[in-house]
């Protein structure tokens, strides 16, 4: 069974940062394109950056190059180091993989951060 936990959410000051984490178990991510999501207070969930099948990093416009998307295939998890937070970054965020050669999807239950003074 395919599992994908999050963690390294919190509460953080505007301008602080954070590091999420994505572990994989039940298979090797290798097989997989990945990402990360998010889903704010009375918003659709949203895309904040990912591994594209091409095997490059994308992020959404809103990131304006404060967060890094990273992944360790050997520790089987994928990274997501977030900057100079603002409030408005405040949301669930999801780990998302998605099968590179087979069409089945797999969301984290997603962990919380909330950017706030």
């Known amino acids: 069974q395919v599992q994908l936990v999050e963690s390294g959410g919190g509460l953080v000051q505007p301008g602080g940062s954070l590091r999420l984490s994505c572990a994989a178990s039940g298979t090797t991510i290798l097989l997989y394109g990945m990402g990360w999501y998010r889903q704010a207070p009375g918003k659709q969930r949203e895309l904040v950056a990912d591994?594209?099948?091409?095997?490059?990093?994308r992020y959404a416009d809103f990131v304006e190059g404060r967060f890094a998307i990273s992944r360790d295939n050997v520790k089987n998890s994928m990274y997501l180091q977030m900057t100079s937070l603002k409030p408005e970054d405040t949301a669930v965020y999801y780990c998302n993989a998605y099968g590179l050669g087979s069409p089945v999807e797999y969301w984290g239950k997603g962990t919380l951060v909330t950017v706030s003074s």
């Open positions: 591994f594209t099948r091409g095997g490059r990093t």
